[in-house]
């Protein structure tokens, strides 16, 4: 049977002014064999809380759902989501770029996380049209760029994937840019007729 032993060692120096001084002191205690059956009779401790938040991801069905829900129009309102997001720097300036990833190794690992990021409900995918069309320019329909929404790199590039898959699939509607064609190089009379002008001169 083990006993309670306690005991301390001290450490001194010796101090060529002062002379010999006391720097510390290390103590040792045994116990006994009732209170070790007794630790691991209690079991482990309680799990510590984690540090960062878990990022849960959902389907895109329940994206959908949730923007047509009560819960969405009292956050955001009529608003994009990116509007009221504002992003923790430091500083006078911003940064030139938005940071690579908010979310790593399933853990946000941030305090400011990009609007995309920050609600786990918000899920970028070709199908989730009234999302996507939040990040496009409705005067030049093309997508906004992530220094004015604030979404980090990682966000912007599925965000431009995703938007190209839902104009392919017919999902969202935009206009075809105006192409010009030379029309000489599919009509020989239009090319016959220009080089007789140039010859005429």
Same mark, same amino acid.
């Given at each position: 049977m083990k006993q309670n032993l306690c005991g301390s060692h001290k #450490?001194?120096?010796? =101090?060529?002014? #002062?002379? /010999? &001084?006391?720097? *510390?002191?290390?103590?040792? #205690?045994?116990? !006994? &064999? =009732?209170e070790e059956n007794a630790e =691991? +009779?209690? *079991?482990?401790?309680? +799990?510590?809380v984690p540090k960062h938040k878990q990022f849960v991801v959902h389907p895109p069905e329940t994206s959908i759902r949730y923007l047509e829900s009560q819960a969405y129009n009292d956050t955001y309102g009529c608003d994009p989501v990116w509007k009221n997001y504002r992003r923790n720097f430091k500083g006078q300036f911003p940064p030139r770029r938005t940071r690579a990833r908010c979310i790593r190794q399933g853990l946000i690992s941030t305090g400011s996380p990009c609007p995309l990021c920050r609600d786990e409900y918000l899920v970028v995918h070709y199908t989730n049209t009234k999302l996507l069309e939040q990040f496009i320019s409705p005067? !030049? *329909?093309e997508t906004l760029s992530a220094n004015k929404t604030g979404v980090c790199r990682r966000r912007q590039f599925q965000l431009d994937l995703e938007i190209m898959k839902a104009k392919d699939l017919g /999902?969202? !509607?935009f206009q075809v840019p105006f192409r010009y064609y030379k029309y000489e190089e599919y009509y020989p009379e239009l090319k016959q007729k220009k080089q007789q002008g140039t010859k005429n001169k």
């Amino acid at each position: 049977m083990k006993q309670n032993l306690c005991g301390s060692h001290k #450490f001194y120096v010796l =101090n060529r002014r #002062f002379g /010999l &001084q006391k720097i *510390g002191s290390l103590s040792r #205690f045994y116990c !006994t &064999q =009732n209170e070790e059956n007794a630790e =691991n +009779e209690t *079991g482990p401790e309680e +799990e510590t809380v984690p540090k960062h938040k878990q990022f849960v991801v959902h389907p895109p069905e329940t994206s959908i759902r949730y923007l047509e829900s009560q819960a969405y129009n009292d956050t955001y309102g009529c608003d994009p989501v990116w509007k009221n997001y504002r992003r923790n720097f430091k500083g006078q300036f911003p940064p030139r770029r938005t940071r690579a990833r908010c979310i790593r190794q399933g853990l946000i690992s941030t305090g400011s996380p990009c609007p995309l990021c920050r609600d786990e409900y918000l899920v970028v995918h070709y199908t989730n049209t009234k999302l996507l069309e939040q990040f496009i320019s409705p005067y !030049t *329909g093309e997508t906004l760029s992530a220094n004015k929404t604030g979404v980090c790199r990682r966000r912007q590039f599925q965000l431009d994937l995703e938007i190209m898959k839902a104009k392919d699939l017919g /999902l969202i !509607t935009f206009q075809v840019p105006f192409r010009y064609y030379k029309y000489e190089e599919y009509y020989p009379e239009l090319k016959q007729k220009k080089q007789q002008g140039t010859k005429n001169k």
